[in-house]
């Protein structure tokens, strides 16, 4: 079992920046692959970026390359995203997730409860 906190949200003008953080307890593995996905009001949930626990394996949106950066601090079991530049369109919740598909067979995803980030014009 894997649980996950979202922390560093809240309300920003555009242009601004914002770390958020996501704390995991439980056991990690290096094939976990940590995710950030977001969702905002009326829309789907989309993947916005995730990292290898173990390292490698950076993957970006599009809609967020060169602005966000993903990281891990084993260490602190931390995962970040450093959001820069933010725009209104980044409004919405933020979830962290953990992909341990790579050990069940199967989709095995566990989610934190998210955090809100609004970014105002």
């Known amino acids: 079992q894997v649980q996950l906190e979202e922390s560093g949200g809240g309300l920003v003008q555009a242009g601004a920046s914002l770390r958020l953080s996501c704390a995991a307890s439980?056991?990690?593995?290096?094939?976990?692959?940590m995710g950030w996905f977001r969702q905002a009001r009326g829309k789907e949930r989309e993947s916005v970026a995730s990292?290898?626990?173990?390292?490698?394996?950076?993957i970006y949106a599009d809609s967020v390359k060169g602005r966000f950066t993903i990281s891990r601090d084993n260490a602190k079991n931390t995962v970040y995203l450093q959001m820069n530049s933010l725009q209104p369109e980044d409004t919405a919740v933020y979830y962290c997730?953990?992909?341990?598909?790579?050990?069940?067979?199967?989709?095995?995803?566990?989610w934190g409860q998210g955090t809100q980030v609004t970014v105002s014009s």
């Open positions: 997730a953990a992909d341990r598909s790579w050990l069940t067979g199967a989709d095995s995803y566990y």
């Open positions: 990292i290898r626990w173990g390292g490698g394996n950076l």
């Open positions: 439980g056991r990690m593995f290096s094939n976990d692959i």
